[in-house]
């Protein structure tokens, strides 16, 4: 008798120790933090329809100092010029952002990068690696500023504080020109030179996937990340 409830209790003890066992495993494959395993949205953009760039006369400072009337600014890849991102407020939790220090620099009469994003809080500078003086600005609503006049080898910066789109441009040279995309959400994301993207560490759930590009604008798809990761996606944009 005593021997069967020594197997009884043994055999409690068992099943007590394989069902904390088999909760640590479920934990562990979970995460360290218990929360669901998290999704990933990953395709190809394609541009459906050739993208017109209008390339400004240099101004009369420049045409003097250069000797040219025309602007040897390079063409973008287009397809490298499209953002997208998840709207934080459809997320399940607030995602803490990392703001950082980027740089747009002023070299041969351009603005390089031509499209930045950046998080909500961050810095950019602004070096000049040209031989002639620029004055860097901004008119936008988001971020309104005014860098004044400084010569090569000098930098100044903006920290930019809103969400939105901000237009950049030299007071002094027209056809330098940028876009600072400050958004509000860690998950964003840019194609590769062949169109190829990938957005991860996304909670499981239903989204809108925004889809911008500064001249053919912004589109919006559903995609339902709630059972498992979506790949292959092909997106086309045209006008």
Request: with cysteine.
């Amino acid at each position: 008798m005593v021997y069967n409830c020594f197997l009884q209790m043994e055999k409690s003890m068992f099943s007590k120790t394989s069902y904390i066992m088999s909760l640590i495993l479920s934990i562990g494959f979970s995460g360290a933090s218990g929360q669901p395993d998290l999704r990933e949205v990953s395709g190809t953009i394609l541009l459906e329809t050739p993208v017109e760039r209008k390339l400004h006369s240099l101004s009369p400072y420049a045409r003097t100092r250069y000797g040219k009337t025309t602007h040897t600014k390079s063409k973008p890849n287009e397809i490298t010029e499209v953002v997208l991102f998840i709207p934080q407020e459809q997320l399940p939790t607030t995602l803490s952002l990392k703001p950082d220090t980027f740089s747009i620099k002023q070299h041969n009469l351009q603005l390089i990068p031509h499209i930045l994003v950046i998080p909500v809080g961050s810095v950019v500078n602004f070096p000049n690696h040209d031989n002639v003086f620029h004055n860097i600005f901004s008119l936008s609503p988001t971020k309104r500023f005014d860098l004044g006049r400084y010569p090569e080898g000098e930098s100044r910066s903006v920290t930019f504080d809103e969400p939105g789109v901000v237009k950049v441009f030299c007071d002094i040279h027209a056809e330098m020109n940028a876009l600072i995309y400050v958004i509000d959400t860690p998950l964003y994301t840019r194609p590769n030179q062949a169109g190829e993207f990938s957005l991860s560490s996304i909670p499981p759930g239903k989204y809108d996937l925004h889809i911008w590009h500064d001249i053919l604008g912004e589109q919006v798809i559903t995609i339902d990340l709630a059972a498992g990761d979506l790949n292959d996606l092909t997106i086309k944009l045209s006008n």
